[in-house]
């Protein structure tokens, strides 16, 4: 069973930054598309960045491009998000996860939250 085990989430005030961490116990990590989700409370769960297997291409939403990286490092089956000019619109649980060209995987880690607040 994929274990997914995300952490970095915190309070940080608008404009500020944080950087996400999502550790997969996945052995065909490499292979594999990679996504970051988030879900604020009452709202669906978002797709906010995907990146591939190789690491290109990479894909935002539109309500994050511009102010998100998503990376990856293979070596350490580890996924990243670095969040910069957060807005309080941006406060959720983020989840890590298989992109949703494949489907995630049926198990999600516990999330990570993140409050934009002054």
């Known amino acids: 069973q994929v274990q997914l085990l995300e952490s970095g989430g915190g309070l940080v005030q608008p404009g500020g930054s944080l950087k996400l961490s999502c550790a997969a116990s996945l052995s065909t990590f490499r292979d594999t598309a990679m996504s970051w989700y988030r879900q604020a409370p009452g709202n669906f769960r978002e797709l906010v960045a995907t990146?591939?297997?190789?690491?290109?291409?990479?894909s935002y939403s539109d309500s994050v491009r511009g102010r998100f990286t998503i990376s990856r490092d293979n070596a350490k089956n580890m996924v990243y998000l670095q969040m910069n000019s957060l807005k309080s619109e941006d406060t959720a649980v983020y989840h890590c996860n298989r992109a949703p060209s494949y489907g995630p995987f049926r198990s999600w880690g516990q999330g990570t939250q993140v409050t934009v607040s002054s």
């Open positions: 990146i591939t297997g190789p690491g290109l291409p990479i």
